[in-house]
Structure formats: structure tokens, C-alpha cells
Nanobody, 124 residues
Framework: QVQLVESGGGFMQAGGSLRLSCAASGRTFRSYAMGWFRQAPGKEREFVAAVTWSGGNTYYADSVKGRFTISRDNAKSTVSLRMNSLKPEDTAVYYC?????????????????WGQGTQVTVSS
């Protein structure tokens, strides 16, 4: 089992920045690729970003590429999402997730463990 707890969400004006953090506990954190997903009201949960177990490779959704940065600290069992140049369409609940799939999984069903989510609201 892996327990994931997100923090750092909040309210921000367009153009601003936020940093989300996810703290993991339980089984070996470095065994898992980590991802961030988001879900806006009335929409499907969508992939945002992922990082391999080593942190050496990352992948982003086109909608956030160049604005968001995912990183992980295996010594602290944390993964972060730095969000710059925020847009109103970034408003969603953001979820941290862990996957045992090798590589950089981007599909929801590749992730076994999920956090409870943290709300990000961006005003225009």
C-alpha cells in the first residue's frame, strides 16, 4: 500500500504560480512512477504530468507543457508540481498518483494509488 497526501492548492489569479506537493508513505516510494492528474467539474479526470521512478524522465500534457514542472525527491518521498502562468482553464481538483508501470504512464488505469486531491482555482 502507498498512501498519498496532496497539499498546496488554493486560489490564484491568472498568470500566477502555485506549487503542489504530494507526500507518500507506505511501500518503497522509489519503486513507483508518479503522476499528476486533474479533474474539472463535469469533466473526466485527465493526465497532467508524470515522472519516472528515478526522476530522470518526465512527460507533460500538451495543455501544460512549458508552464508546469514535475519533480520528485526520493529521499523525502515527495513529488511536486510547479505551476506557472496559470490560466482559468487550469481550475480543477489535482490528484497525485503512483504507478508500478515502467516508463512514464499517462493513463488513469495505469495508476494504482491516488491521493484525495487538492483544489486549484484560477480566476481571470
Amino acid at each position: 500500500q502507498v498512501q498519498l497526501v496532496e497539499s498546496g492548492g488554493g486560489f490564484m489569479q491568472a498568470g500566477g504560480s502555485l506549487r503542489l506537493s504530494c507526500a507518500a508513505s507506505g511501500r518503497t516510494f522509489r519503486s513507483y512512477a508518479m503522476g499528476w492528474f486533474r479533474q474539472a467539474p463535469g469533466k473526466e479526470r485527465e493526465f497532467v504530468a508524470a515522472v519516472t521512478w528515478s526522476g530522470g524522465n518526465t512527460y507533460y500534457a500538451d495543455s501544460v507543457k512549458g508552464r508546469f514542472t514535475i519533480s520528485r525527491d526520493n529521499a523525502k518521498s515527495t513529488v511536486s508540481l510547479r505551476m506557472n502562468s496559470l490560466k482559468p482553464e487550469d481550475t480543477a481538483v489535482y490528484y497525485c498518483a503512483a504507478s508500478a508501470v515502467r516508463g512514464i504512464p499517462t493513463m488513469k488505469n495505469h495508476y494504482e494509488y491516488w491521493g484525495q486531491g487538492t483544489q486549484v482555482t484560477v480566476s481571470s
